[in-house]
Structures are given as structure tokens and as C-alpha cells.
């Protein structure tokens, strides 16, 4: 299927480590980009490629991928990592597409 | 500094064709490779892509969307123009434009985002 399904929210204790999947027969074969964003701005890229973050992103961030699933790990979140997560990828004809996005509350 | 930062109307009737223009600095593309690309997010609803140009003037479209979108690109302007026809207030949403590069998958920079209400 053209689909990424996420788990609509997860949350994780200060200082703990969370993962956020992304599912989808897309990622068998290519990688998912992470976007994050907070209410009221646009999203920003946290990890794409095989585990690379982009320029100023915290390196408790972290991408990993095994058969159909994408995840991205959080380790010791804090609590300006509350945001929502969007995966990213494309489809068999060079679409991208969009997971449904996780709601991250860290408590 | 890359910049993108979108324009256009902030409240469309139902039918009209909304024009969106996105305006960056920093890239050209003119520039072997690189690429912009729209994104829209209905209000507390996940982002979806809807269509995507590159420097050699190939475009990918949404399929679910493929026939009511049409995206350009200006060059010496530094601007890419998105339309959509026949618009729905289901498309109420906060449309982006973000840069890209071709064969990536992912979007490295992102313009503010611009709320467009579909409404009579």
C-alpha cells in the first residue's frame, strides 16, 4: 500500500527514552525523513537517510529502520521535544508521502 | 540563508482557483538538483504532499489531487506558483513551501506556512 501509519500519540517521562514508529511497504525499500513540529510552526527536519540529523539538532535524536518501519528514538527527552513527529518517504512512483504524525507528550 | 515564505489569498470561495506564490533566496533553482515543493495541513490534521518541481522543470503531482493542481516555477524571480482549482472547504488548511533536492527524500527547509479558508 501507498500508506505510512503512525501511532496517533505516545508519551514518554522527562528524561526517558521513547520511540516513534512509522509503517509502510515503502520503507522496504527506501528511507523515511522525521519532521518535528510545534503548534503553530512549521515543521522542522530532525533525522533523514539512514540516521543523519541535520545541523543543529540534538544528537539524542536518532533514526533506525527495519523491514517496513521506520523509528525514531528520543533518548533522555526533554521537555521542548513536546511536539508532534511526521514521517516522510514516497511511494513505488516517486511520491512522497506523509505518515499520519505522533503526538509526543513528555511528562 | 535559505528563506521560503509563502503568499496568496487567505480566503478563497468555494470553485474559485486559489494561486499560491512561494518566494526563497539563498538557492536557485536553476541549480542542478534542487527542487520545491508544497505540503498543506488541514487544521489538526497531519501534513500531506500535493506537488513537487525541480530545477529541469520536472513535476511530480499528488495523484489523489493530480487534476486540480499545477505548479510553475520562475526562475529569474526565485518564486514557484501553485494553483489549485475547484477549491473545497475541505481544502481549508495551512499550505508550505519547502526546498528539496532531487532524489532525497525529505524536505530541508520550510517556508512559514500560509492558512487558506475555503468559505462562502
Same mark, same amino acid.
Given at each position: 500500500s501507498s500508506e505510512l501509519t503512525q501511532d496517533p500519540a505516545v508519551s514518554v517521562a522527562l528524561g526517558q527514552t521513547v520511540r516513534i514508529t512509522c509503517q509502510g511497504d515503502s520503507l522496504r525499500s527506501y528511507y523515511a525523513s522525521w519532521y518535528q513540529q510545534k503548534p503553530g510552526q512549521a515543521p522542522v527536519l530532525v533525522i533523514y537517510g539512514k540516521n543523519n540529523r541535520p545541523s543543529?539538532?540534538? +544528537?539524542?535524536f536518532s533514526g533506525s529502520s527495519s523491514g517496513n518501519t521506520a523509528s525514531l528514538t528520543i533518548t533522555?527527552?526533554?521537555?521542548? +521535544?513536546e511536539a508532534d513527529y511526521y514521517c516522510n518517504s514516497r511511494d513505488s512512483s516517486g511520491n512522497h508521502l506523509f505518515g499520519g504524525g505522533t503526538k509526543l507528550t513528555v511528562l | 540563508q535559505i528563506t521560503l515564505k509563502e503568499s496568496g489569498p487567505t480566503l478563497v470561495k468555494p470553485t474559485q482557483t486559489l494561486t499560491l506564490t512561494c518566494t526563497f533566496s539563498g538557492?536557485?533553482?536553476?541549480?542542478?538538483g534542487v527542487g520545491v515543493g508544497w505540503i498543506r495541513q488541514p487544521p489538526g490534521k497531519a501534513l500531506e504532499w500535493l506537488a513537487l518541481i525541480y530545477w529541469d522543470d520536472d513535476k511530480r503531482y499528488s495523484p489523489s489531487l493530480k487534476s486540480r493542481l499545477t505548479i510553475t516555477k520562475d526562475t529569474s524571480k526565485n518564486q514557484v506558483v501553485l494553483t489549485m482549482t475547484n477549491?473545497?472547504?475541505?481544502?481549508?488548511a495551512t499550505y508550505y513551501c519547502a526546498r528539496t533536492r532531487f532524489?532525497?527524500?525529505?524536505?530541508?527547509d520550510w517556508g512559514q506556512g500560509t492558512l487558506v479558508t475555503v468559505s462562502s
Open positions: 543543529g539538532i540534538p +544528537d539524542r533522555g527527552a526533554q521537555a521542548e +521535544d | 538557492f536557485s533553482l536553476s541549480t542542478s477549491m473545497d472547504p475541505v481544502d481549508t532524489g532525497e527524500l525529505l524536505f530541508r
